[in-house]
């Protein structure tokens, strides 16, 4: 119905950047909420970075002052612009997606999640 397809990971030295993307295709509506999470090795998924479709934006305490979120609403894509990054920083991003699905569906609700993409960060 809904599909998330990240790209942007890889290999990078701390103090590069790297820019994820996240495109959202399918029977929708609307998009609210768009967001990306991430999850180390041993560790839970936990949230990075979310915005609003009003613009409103939340940074995890981690990440506040190097990273950026951005979307763009006619492309259905969602942005992460990472800076500064730290060894700290690898892990697996999964990109977030919330809103209503279109047609016959309209105003049902949608949560959807990408496969994940990998964020090395070497020291």
């Known amino acids: 119905q809904v599909q998330l397809v990240e790209s942007g990971g890889g290999l990078v030295q701390a103090g590069g950047s790297l820019r994820l993307s996240c495109v959202a295709s399918?029977?929708?509506?609307?998009?609210?909420?768009m967001g990306w999470y991430r999850q180390a090795p041993t560790k839970q998924r936990d949230l990075v970075a979310t915005?609003?479709?009003?613009?409103?934006?939340n940074l995890a305490d981690s990440v506040n002052g190097r990273f950026t979120i951005s979307r763009d609403n006619a492309k259905n894509t969602v942005y992460l612009q990472m800076n500064s990054l730290k060894p700290e920083d690898t892990a697996v991003y999964y990109c977030?997606?919330?809103?209503?699905?279109?047609?016959?569906?309209?105003?049902?609700?949608?949560?959807?999640w990408g496969q994940g993409t990998q964020v090395t960060v070497s020291s």
């Open positions: 399918g029977s929708i509506r609307s998009i609210n909420r």
């Open positions: 977030n997606v919330q809103g209503s699905y279109a047609g016959a569906w309209a105003r049902a609700p949608f949560d959807s």
């Open positions: 915005i609003s479709s009003g613009g409103r934006i």
